[in-house]
């Protein structure tokens, strides 16, 4: 478990958006899902709903470490920014179940209506650029290795 907070430059990036790619890997073949999320910055993790019968969530039965990114649509160079992570993901039980699925509904209400389960996508892995801070000037947050 990483000890130190995320960088509060990162923090801000991931609450201004709410879509992110989510890349999985199984058997031989690699598949890329895009999600909407909650962050829940007091546990540093994405939540998102997805049904058990996806690919992405069917290759989890494979390898429950993923990887990602959330980007800014920008074909200006000095206002790229996105982020990518490697990170674990789980379904959460009990008091974070709990915790879990009001933040999502307080944010996305509609939910409710949704026959879905709610994922927890915890990252160990922060790589943030912002060229607003410089071209190429990268924040990174954890370790590659989890």
Known sequence: MINESVPQKIVTF??????LTLATFGGDIPYCANCFYVY???????????????????????????????????????????????????????????????LYLKKYPYAVLSNTQIWCIRPYFLKYT????????KIIWGELDG
């Open 14 to 19: 991931i609450e201004e958006h709410h879509v």
């Open 40 to 102: 829940n910055k007091e546990d540093n993790c994405f939540i998102c709903l997805s049904d058990t019968n996806t690919k992405h969530i069917s290759d989890l039965l494979y390898l429950t470490k993923v990887a990602g990114s959330i980007v800014l649509e920008t074909k200006t160079v000095g206002k790229i920014q996105g982020l990518q992570f490697n990170a674990t993901i789980e379904q959460p039980l009990e008091d974070a179940y709990k915790k879990a699925k009001h």
């Open 130 to 137: 912002d060229n607003r801070l410089g071209f190429g000037k």
